[in-house]
């Protein structure tokens, strides 16, 4: 739980790491009056923010930086190094970007160095897709039909045009998998669990993961070969009785009963997807941060999804 300095004073954040999705992370924290930005980190950042910027994380802290929460926007692969170096060397809360690790061995590693209530109590994980508004709204229009049962299919489905990028941009990419797997999984996570992996196929640019849930099958498809971003989910209920279609790039959903329109929810907002994803990241953190989908237990179980294998326990 982010340590309060006295009631209303805003957090102090240190932001580590000013690449692509830092610039969200910025955004949201400049635009939210609890969080006030301290500090930032990077050895080649991509933009500059309004807080003394430095090199390493160590340097920042040296420096007598001392923030309620640091932030993880580094590439996946530096995630665990940093975790362990803030919660070795201050008493910051971490968020880190998702995934927290690939595997969930990196997980056992940090639990066995700092215990498992140094994890719950600090470490807090950015699975932002399940914080969309479009799924949120799935997720409470499903709660409000218990008639409906458990979903008898999740489908999710990511597309990226990765297949021709820059060799700066492709650097901080892992595979199609690993970068929209987390996501689809905290989507899957908001509908369905009591995973068990069916198959598994993951190339760089290309998966296909099945699973069986409890009352049904997950099916997870990603994919860089693609002429625009486009991600999109459908959770079918019954025999197909009663279908939600959801449109994570547009954040719009429908129902669809018997193939009639039911219910829609549209977007009138001015934010980007990432914001929306973010500010609900950001007031979860802030309002309940036991809020499970920043929690250790769902990056343990994407890891090991991710690992091709059905979560342990
Ligand atoms: N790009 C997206 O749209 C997006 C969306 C959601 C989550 N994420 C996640 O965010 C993470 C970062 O992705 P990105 O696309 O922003 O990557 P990026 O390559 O654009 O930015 C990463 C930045 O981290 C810096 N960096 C590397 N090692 C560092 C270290 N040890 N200390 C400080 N800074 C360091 C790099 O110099 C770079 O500026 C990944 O784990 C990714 O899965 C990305």
Same mark, same amino acid.
């Given at each position: 739980?982010?340590?309060?300095?006295? $009631?209303?004073?805003? #957090?102090? *954040?240190?932001?580590?790491?000013? !690449?692509? /999705?830092?610039?969200?992370? &910025? =955004?949201?924290?400049?635009?939210?009056?609890?969080?006030?930005?301290?500090?930032?980190?990077?050895?080649?950042?991509?933009?500059?923010?309004?807080?003394?910027?430095?090199?390493?994380?160590?340097?920042?802290?040296?420096?007598?930086?001392?923030?309620?929460?640091?932030?993880?926007?580094?590439?996946?692969?530096?995630?665990?190094?940093?975790?362990?170096?803030?919660?070795?060397?201050?008493?910051?809360?971490?968020?880190?970007?998702?995934?927290?690790?690939?595997?969930?061995?990196?997980?056992?590693?940090?639990?066995?160095?700092?215990?498992?209530?140094?994890?719950?109590?600090?470490?807090?994980?950015?699975?932002?897709?399940?914080?969309?508004?479009?799924?949120?709204?799935?997720?409470?229009?499903?709660?409000?039909?218990?008639?409906?049962?458990? $979903?008898?299919?999740? #489908?999710? *489905?990511?597309?990226?045009?990765? !297949?021709? /990028?820059?060799?700066?941009? &492709? =650097?901080?990419?892992?595979?199609?998998?690993?970068?929209?797997?987390?996501?689809?999984?905290?989507?899957?996570?908001?509908?369905?669990?009591?995973?068990?992996?069916?198959?598994?196929?993951?190339?760089?640019?290309?998966?296909?993961?099945?699973?069986?849930?409890?009352?049904?099958?997950?099916?997870?498809?990603?994919?860089?070969?693609?002429?625009?971003?486009?991600?999109?989910?459908?959770?079918?209920?019954?025999?197909?009785?009663?279908?939600?279609?959801?449109?994570?790039?547009?954040?719009?959903?429908?129902?669809?009963?018997?193939?009639?329109?039911?219910?829609?929810?549209?977007?009138?907002?001015?934010?980007?997807?990432?914001?929306?994803?973010?500010?609900?990241?950001?007031?979860?953190?802030?309002?309940?941060?036991?809020?499970?989908?920043?929690?250790?237990?769902?990056?343990?179980?994407?890891?090991?999804?991710?690992?091709?294998?059905?979560?342990?326990?």
């Amino acid at each position: 739980m982010p340590p309060s300095p006295a $009631p209303d004073a805003p #957090l102090d *954040v240190l932001l580590v790491g000013l !690449g692509t /999705i830092a610039r969200t992370h &910025a =955004a949201v924290i400049t635009r939210l009056d609890r969080l006030r930005l301290v500090g930032a980190v990077d050895p080649a950042p991509g933009f500059a923010v309004e807080a003394p910027a430095h090199r390493t994380l160590h340097e920042a802290l040296d420096a007598g930086t001392d923030p309620d929460v640091v932030v993880l926007a580094t590439p996946t692969d530096t995630h665990v190094g940093l975790v362990d170096e803030v919660l070795r060397t201050c008493d910051a809360t971490v968020l880190c970007e998702k995934p927290l690790a690939a595997t969930v061995d990196e997980i056992d590693g940090l639990e066995l160095r700092h215990g498992a209530v140094v994890l719950t109590e600090r470490v807090r994980v950015a699975h932002h897709f399940a914080f969309s508004p479009e799924v949120e709204w799935a997720r409470r229009t499903a709660e409000q039909h218990p008639e409906w049962g458990p $979903p008898t299919r999740v #489908l999710c *489905v990511s597309h990226d045009p990765y !297949g021709h /990028i820059e060799d700066d941009r &492709a =650097a901080s990419l892992v595979s199609s998998w690993v970068d929209s797997g987390p996501n689809q999984l905290s989507v899957a996570a908001a509908f369905a669990g009591g995973w068990e992996v069916v198959s598994h196929v993951a190339e760089t640019g290309r998966s296909v993961s099945v699973l069986d849930h409890a009352g049904g099958r997950t099916t997870l498809v990603t994919n860089w070969l693609a002429g625009d971003s486009s991600k999109q989910s459908e959770i079918e209920y019954g025999a197909g009785g009663v279908r939600i279609r959801i449109d994570h790039t547009s954040m719009t959903a429908l129902v669809l009963r018997d193939g009639e329109v039911a219910e829609q929810l549209t977007y009138a907002g001015a934010d980007s997807r990432k914001v929306e994803h973010y500010l609900g990241v950001y007031r979860a953190l802030l309002d309940d941060p036991d809020d499970h989908r920043l929690g250790v237990p769902l990056a343990r179980t994407i890891a090991s999804l991710l690992e091709g294998r059905a979560p342990i326990g």
